[in-house]
């Protein structure tokens, strides 16, 4: 079993940055790829950034040349920085970790929010 733990939230002004920490605990050996998701007020949970094990990173269009995703796995730990902040940027973001068999792991989320 793995626990995500999200951190690094807050409110913020549009044009800052923020960057998110997930740390990983438990079965560490069992997590292959990881990712980031959000989700906002009255929306469903989409993804933002995804790294895979080989650090082949994607990302949702949205956020492209604004946000970066990077693993720390000496530390065991997701980050997820955030430039540029925009308001549609304000959401719940959610740490990801990918399992074998289709399993996943989610974190509990940390709120970001961002100010016109």
């Known amino acids: 079993q793995v626990h995500l733990v999200e951190s690094g939230g807050g409110l913020v002004q549009a044009g800052t940055s923020l960057r998110l920490s997930c740390a990983a605990s438990g079965s560490i050996f069992s997590i292959n790829a990881m990712g980031w998701y959000r989700q906002p007020p009255g929306s469903q949970r989409k993804l933002v950034a995804h790294?895979?094990?080989?650090?082949?990173?994607n990302y949702a269009d949205s956020v492209k040349g604004r946000f970066a995703i990077s693993r720390d796995n000496a530390k065991n730990t997701l980050y997820l920085q955030m430039n540029s902040l925009k308001p549609e940027d304000t959401a719940v973001y959610y740490c990801?970790?990918?399992?074998?068999?289709?399993?996943?792991?989610w974190g509990q989320g940390t709120q970001v929010t961002v100010s016109s």
């Open positions: 790294i895979s094990t080989g650090g082949i990173t």
């Open positions: 990801e970790a990918d399992h074998d068999y289709g399993l996943e792991s």
